[in-house]
């Protein structure tokens, strides 16, 4: 979609996450519509990102995404490194975070593992 056409939101946080049930196991996230009939999932996704890793981070992602495939039982779809970060962005979409004075790549991840650890 042309960003002329996209609406835009005045943040990040303008809209709600839902909350996960009590007795939930996994926090609620937003669930990506089902692709149209014979399209590609890569397809329907309309932004590109690329992200700078370390070669340790990039190992274990990609050692991560073969352990994945390797034991699934059902393949419905291709599990790839973006279908890990798309997951992964859902996953801080639904953390009870507090966001305020992180001044580094540290601190973020030390709430992030706190948030998680919950």
Do not use: G, W
């Not at 009939?37 to 050692?63: G, H, R, W």
């Amino acid at each position: 979609m042309p960003l002329n056409k996209m609406k835009v939101r005045k943040s990040l946080f303008d809209t709600a996450v839902p909350e996960p049930a009590a007795d939930a196991d996994m926090p609620a996230v937003a669930h990506m519509p089902a692709p149209a009939p014979n399209v590609p999932k890569f397809m329907t996704f309309e932004a590109k990102l690329s992200i700078l890793l370390s070669n340790e981070q990039l190992d274990y992602l990609e050692k991560f995404v073969k352990e994945v495939l390797k034991q699934r039982r059902t393949k419905t779809e291709r599990i790839t490194k973006n279908t890990v970060f798309r997951c992964l962005v859902d996953l801080l979409r639904a953390l009870p975070l507090v966001l305020n004075d992180i001044p580094d790549e540290n601190e973020l991840r030390r709430r992030l593992l706190a948030a998680v650890r919950k």
